[in-house]
């Protein structure tokens, strides 16, 4: 699995701009006025990792399959959307089919494209989209907790529970704070998980820059970061201008563009990784003269779901896995070498999956 990301935002802070350039496609119309995406756009792009180019060679695989991470672009959010405003109801259902959402905000001041509030305030921008999110979470909590509460009185357990989860979800709300914030306990999790909220979602900060910004980004993504420090979410900086310039590129004219710019990589690989480390993600590769490939999950799943992850067989037939540790393959040329120096490990149903391993299955039919 990889995951599925939705690009939000206020009108023309460069959604779809960015989406253009991280899919390379020109799917999204990219306009200068309010609600020019009118339906998400999804795109599919594979997730850059050299590990994989580097077992592949060793291995001498015919063929490299990435992971692939899904990105939704979904229309500018106005003032009113929980309301209904500027088509609000439409694009509030679409955030709720997505794992993570990856708020562009606009850290730029450019005359020629206008600013739907008027001015340039990343902070306000922020506030704006999050308050939206937060009336329609409230909304919806204050509707279905009055049945909960009548059945948790009666003593039902469970009614007990997810009225206690969502209480503390209404206190933060009403306190302005999002419902992600709110404290709970592991077996709570799910509980809080199914009340699918709109402000329960990780957030990732985009912060779209002018092109001179974007190896250090400048003072309004300053603002924007130590916003993101404070309630947990994650922040990157990104001129979506760059990016729309380079992802029509090949890969030799990528680089010395990026050099060009001092930049090392483009922006997608910061928005992938910030991504995985938001939703603690992971990468394990099968590797084999046939192909390379990598397959993401969740940090402490064990060998059994990671299995699954391939094929549901592999999971219910699960005898063990055969595992070398990324570096190790790489430091002994391959399964052969890493056999010989004692890195070749026969890995059980507990055993707990680490970033870069390198598997291989086996199960019963």
Known sequence: MGFKCGIVGLPNVGKSTLFNALTQTAAAQAANYPFCTIEPNVGDVAVPDPRLDTLAAIAGSKEIIPTRITFVDIAGIVRGASKGEGLGNQFLANIREVDAIAHVVRCFENGDITHVEGRIDPIADIETIE???????????????????????????????????????????HEGKPARLAERSHEEERTFQMLNLLTAKPVLYVCNVEEAAAHEGNGFSTKVFERAKSEGARAVVVSAQIESEIAVMDAADQKDYLEAVGLDEPG?????????????LLTYFTVGPKEARAWTMTKGTRAPQAAGVIHTDFEKGFIRAETIAYLDYVTNKGEAGAREAGKFRLEGKEYIVADGDVLHFRFAN
């Open 131 to 173: 308050t939206e999110l937060m009336l329609a979470d409230l909304d919806s909590l204050e509707k279905r907790i009055v049945p909960l509460e009548k059945k948790a009185k009666s003593g039902d357990k469970e009614a007990k529970e997810q009225v206690s989860v969502m209480e503390r979800c209404l206190t933060l709300l």
């Open 268 to 280: 997608l690989n910061r928005v992938i990784r910030a991504g995985y480390e938001l939703l603690e």
